[in-house]
């Protein structure tokens, strides 16, 4: 799917600080009667003693359900595969799969990108871009299994406008469209948004 829908939750499940990879700091604006107020934003490793928490944040920001297969593959794809906590609370996640191109050495292939999203009020604090970010950086890295990312893809359900504004402001295009992609809510038609990540040249 790679898009959260607007139906929100109050997740409190915490996360070991053995599981943080990454951190930032967010201060909000405030008035000159109020102090600023510093939030922390971490993203952590989904394993298996968290991977629950994983399944409730999917049911909550998608409208379709994800096989067990789903989260046993999660589990093998280390940093494509992260949950973001916002003070300690588990509000949002992303997931990418591996996929490999057909003809082409088995060091190339593209990245697509199964689940991202955040819980609607914790939305527009800069969880999102992290979660992003850090699928682009180790998507271009070229450290991670020696594998060269030709491309990052994902569907995004035409009629979200929230999601397709921000993987624009990532230089994603759209590059198609897949009608009847989703089974069992309308508008079921998907678009298809792309990043290169190589160029021709340099493959």
Known sequence: MGAPTEEASTETAKHSETDTVNDATVINKTTKTQKPTTHRIALGDVTNNNLGQLKRLNIVL???SYSEKFYKDVLEVGEFAKLAYFNDICVGAV?????SIPNTSPE????YIMTLGVLAPYRNLGIGTALLEHILHHATSGTTNRQKFTEIYLHVQVSN???LAFYKKYDFE???TVEGYYKKISPSNAYVLSRKLVKNQDI
């Open 62 to 64: 998608f409208p379709v």
């Open 95 to 99: 997931c990418c799969r591996r996929e």
């Open 108 to 111: 190339q292939a593209k990245l």
């Open 161 to 163: 406008e929230e999601a």
């Open 174 to 176: 759209i590059v198609g």
